[in-house]
């Protein structure tokens, strides 16, 4: 007896499907942030060499060299390598961010959003984990590059204050990585859409070795590309900015 087409496919195809999809919003949320953390959580103490090359409508590409020594997920000290900007630098500990510049006598606090010389802030440097600061539920999958990926929804957590209230994740559901992510401001407009480009070994540990950042509210696309990863331990020191006395 000849079968359609769509007989197949409504006795094989759909249950197959729907069972599958049944199967993904089932996951816990939860151990796919946890289990995509574990690239950050490789380097609790790191300095990371990173280029940055930034785009925007009508102006040529700049490109900046950084250092940035960083200590769990609330300390970093992001160094400026431009000869033009020599010894200048950015600190962040915590929710509190310092410009601090050379022959000035104190620092100047600036928001998160800053922008740096290179177009990327100090938040896109904050080593936010999403496991800790965010609510998740699963959304649904999507195909992402040829990889099926769990799409995930956070919201921020009561007493958390991270950069972005809402925040849309893409985690690779075979290699447990983060493919993209896109950040919402409280209106629900999007505010910049990040996509993890590239992970390979540095000195035998899976990291991320480029992401780009497309702003869509001051219209740029920032490439950041890490070059090295090195393991250091760091003094608190290093993050202690120090005003000068009055007088």
Same mark, same amino acid.
């Not at 925040?167 to 409280?186: C, I, M, T």
């Not at 869509?216 to 290093?238: F, I, N």
């Given at each position: 007896?000849?079968?359609?087409?769509?007989?197949?496919?409504?006795?094989?195809?759909?249950?197959?499907?729907?069972?599958?999809?049944?199967?993904?919003?089932?996951?816990?949320?939860?151990?796919?942030?946890?289990?995509?953390?574990?690239?950050?959580?490789?380097?609790? /103490?790191?300095?990371?060499?990173?280029?940055?090359?930034?785009?925007?409508?009508?102006?040529?590409?700049?490109?900046?060299?950084?250092?940035?020594?960083?200590?769990?997920?609330?300390? @970093?000290?992001?160094?400026?390598?431009?000869?033009?900007?020599?010894?200048?630098?950015?600190?962040?500990?915590?929710?509190?961010?310092?410009?601090?510049?050379?022959?000035?006598?104190?620092?100047?606090?600036?928001?998160?959003?800053?922008?740096?010389?290179?177009?990327?802030?100090?938040?896109?440097?904050?080593?936010?984990?999403?496991?800790?600061?965010?609510?998740?539920?699963? /959304?649904?999958?999507?195909?992402?590059?040829?990889?099926?990926?769990?799409?995930?929804?956070?919201?921020?957590?009561?007493?958390?204050?991270?950069?972005?209230?809402?925040?849309?994740?893409?985690?690779? /559901?075979?290699?447990?990585?983060?493919?993209?992510?896109?950040?919402?401001?409280?209106?629900?407009?999007?505010?910049?859409?990040?996509?993890?480009?590239?992970?390979?070994?540095?000195?035998?540990?899976?990291?991320?070795?480029?992401?780009?950042?497309?702003?869509?509210?001051?219209?740029?696309?920032?490439?950041?590309?890490?070059?090295?990863?090195?393991?250091?331990?760091?003094?608190? @020191?290093?993050?202690?900015?120090?005003?000068?006395?009055?007088?």
């Amino acid at each position: 007896m000849f079968r359609s087409p769509l007989h197949f496919l409504s006795k094989y195809f759909f249950p197959l499907f729907f069972l599958f999809s049944e199967t993904v919003l089932a996951q816990d949320p939860a151990a796919l942030l946890r289990r995509a953390e574990h690239v950050k959580d490789a380097w609790p /103490e790191v300095v990371l060499s990173l280029r940055v090359t930034t785009t925007k409508p009508e102006a040529l590409p700049f490109t900046g060299m950084f250092a940035v020594e960083a200590k769990g997920r609330d300390k @970093s000290r992001i160094r400026f390598l431009n000869p033009s900007d020599a010894g200048k630098s950015v600190v962040q500990v915590g929710d509190d961010v310092w410009l601090v510049l050379p022959n000035t006598r104190n620092p100047i606090r600036v928001p998160k959003s800053h922008r740096l010389e290179g177009g990327f802030s100090a938040a896109d440097m904050a080593r936010t984990r999403f496991a800790e600061d965010y609510d998740a539920v699963v /959304e649904r999958t999507d195909v992402l590059d040829g990889r099926s990926c769990a799409v995930l929804r956070l919201t921020a957590r009561a007493g958390k204050n991270p950069s972005y209230p809402v925040v849309r994740v893409w985690v690779d /559901e075979k290699e447990g990585l983060y493919r993209k992510a896109v950040f919402l401001v409280s209106s629900g407009k999007t505010a910049r859409e990040t996509t993890f480009d590239e992970y390979r070994p540095f000195h035998g540990v899976l990291s991320l070795a480029k992401m780009t950042i497309v702003d869509a509210l001051r219209q740029g696309t920032t490439v950041v590309e890490y070059l090295d990863y090195e393991k250091k331990s760091l003094p608190d @020191s290093l993050f202690e900015v120090r005003t000068a006395p009055p007088g």
